[in-house]
């Protein structure tokens, strides 16, 4: 996983004293871009799993699939995971964990057995789109940066005896302290140091059209740099334009951090003459909870950046320089890892909790239904797939008991008996349960049995009008 140590200090002053100057002017020359009309920009999460308890990997694609979640990208190649992705149309990026790089990048054999075990062996009935080779190595293990370009190289090598060379791309994640100078964009290139490594892995990107993978966190940027970065332009909050920030050399007007980084790689490659490699961002996201250090890593300011971020993606809007290319995007991350080491906001960067209920809701309507986590308020506790009915039936007298959920039309003979089965009766009396308390995330748990979604459950296992409207009230 991405290391979290503070980032280097990016901001300049004359970049954000430049407001005020006229939109409109002529930007630096476009770098050339070669994306596939057909291509849509899309929003995934990272998955991480250092999360105590953590749900079955069946139990996981079931929940990946009511959320909507169509990409995901793993820190390892999982057996279990990518065995349970398998015919769920999920596209998943796996990864090679940067302690088996040496062993990769000193022998073709070790790559092509690698390539066998974690790509072929699923491939195409779990469909592998991508692979990250180590992640950060340049920055975080540099004793490894020798070894990197040829570990990608050979498991390229391996991909195309396999015939699936145009069908996986290769690339490996950076940290942003990679680039130096990150702002004004146009000023920004590569740490000099690390060229003899950089340069002969942006040849390969733009030989195989892979893309240029980067870690880009704004809330770091923000946090290093407060006082001369605006909270608002962190957040992709609406601002005034002459808030706006603006690039004195091309006058380009920023509107949001993310969008600088990005363009900030961009011009860091065409100063190695590379203008056909498209940005890919990792990893991005913001903490819902931190110690008295990091007052910022809240849960308002947590939804807010997501929520805003997804929004940004989906509006295919482009970046100033880029307009006409969006970067796809993956959040980190998918559950709160509660089993990471200090600080407190190491373990507190998820979208949900181990349990999969939502550490908050985000704002992400007419969105067609991805993340269904949403604070329109229309939310539903459902029995998970996957739950045997012995424990399912334990929750279901729990809630219709001592729990005093109103199970009176799951009766024989009442409107919503039918479909007489367990899973069908426990869901409406999760459901029961959870609006009688108020929709608070606690009260959809039955020992880990149940799950929040906006799925309106009436259609999804086709109950009875009324539980509809009981959920809507």
């Known amino acids: 996983m991405a290391s979290f140590g503070m980032v280097s200090v990016f901001f300049t002053a004359v970049f954000f004293l430049c407001y005020g100057i006229p939109a409109g002017s002529s930007p630096a020359a476009q770098i050339k871009q070669t994306q596939d009309p057909k291509d849509e920009p899309f929003v995934g999460l990272n998955v991480g799993t250092e999360v105590s308890n953590l749900v079955s990997p069946e139990a996981l694609v079931s929940f990946l699939q009511v959320q909507k979640i169509a990409h995901v990208r793993l820190y390892d190649a999982s057996p279990d995971i990518l065995k349970a992705l398998a015919r769920s149309k999920i596209r998943v990026t796996i990864s090679v964990p940067n302690n088996q790089l040496l062993a990769i990048g000193s022998s073709n054999a070790t790559a092509v057995a690698w390539i066998s ?7 195409p009935k779990t469909l592998i789109t991508g692979i990250a080779v180590g992640d950060e190595v340049l920055t975080t293990v540099p004793s490894y940066a020798p070894i990197l370009v040829p570990a990608i190289e050979l498991l390229y090598s391996a991909l195309v005896a396999a015939n699936l060379h145009n069908e996986i791309k290769i690339s490996t994640p950076h940290a942003a302290s990679l680039i130096l100078d990150t702002f004004p964009p146009s000023q920004a290139f590569f740490n000099q140091s690390l060229s003899s490594e950089i340069v002969p892995l942006l040849q390969f990107l733009s030989r195989t059209s892979s893309p ?20 608002d332009n962190s957040l992709f909050k609406p601002i005034a334009p002459s808030k706006e920030m603006v690039d004195p050399n091309t006058l380009l007007h920023y509107t949001n951090v993310l969008d600088a980084m990005i363009d900030a790689a961009y011009f860091s490659m065409k100063n190695f003459n590379i203008t056909d490699v498209k940005v890919l961002v990792t990893e991005t996201g913001w903490p819902s909870k931190g110690d008295s250090k990091e007052p910022y890593a809240t849960i308002d300011y947590a939804d807010t950046y997501n929520s805003n971020l997804i929004k940004h993606v989906l509006d295919k809007t482009g970046t100033p320089l880029h ?8 959040i980190y991350e998918l559950f709160n890892e509660d089993l990471r080491s200090p600080p407190i906001s190491e373990a507190n960067w998820g979208l949900f909790n181990g349990n999969l209920t939502p550490v908050y809701l985000l704002h992400v309507s007419e969105t067609g239904g991805f993340l269904a986590n949403d604070t329109t308020n229309q939310t539903y506790c459902i029995a998970m797939d996957g739950v045997d009915s012995r424990t399912l039936q334990a929750a279901l007298d729990w809630a219709c008991g001592p729990g005093q959920a109103n199970c009176t039309e799951i009766q024989p003979g009442e409107s919503c008996y039918k479909p007489n089965n367990v899973k069908s009766h426990a869901s409406y009396a ?17 020992k880990g049995a149940a799950m929040i979604t906006t799925t309106d459950p009436s259609r999804s296992w086709r109950l009875c009008l009324s539980w509809k409207q009981e959920g809507k009230q």
């Open 117 to 123: 075990r974690n790509v072929v062996a699923y491939y």
């Open 212 to 231: 240029l993978m980067m870690n880009l966190y704004p809330y770091y940027v923000f946090m290093e740099n407060k006082g001369v970065v605006p909270l």
């Open 323 to 330: 307009p006409e290319t969006t970067s796809n995007v993956y």
């Open 430 to 446: 999760f459901d029961s349960y959870y609006q009688k308390e108020g929709k608070v995330s606690e009260s959809c748990d039955f």
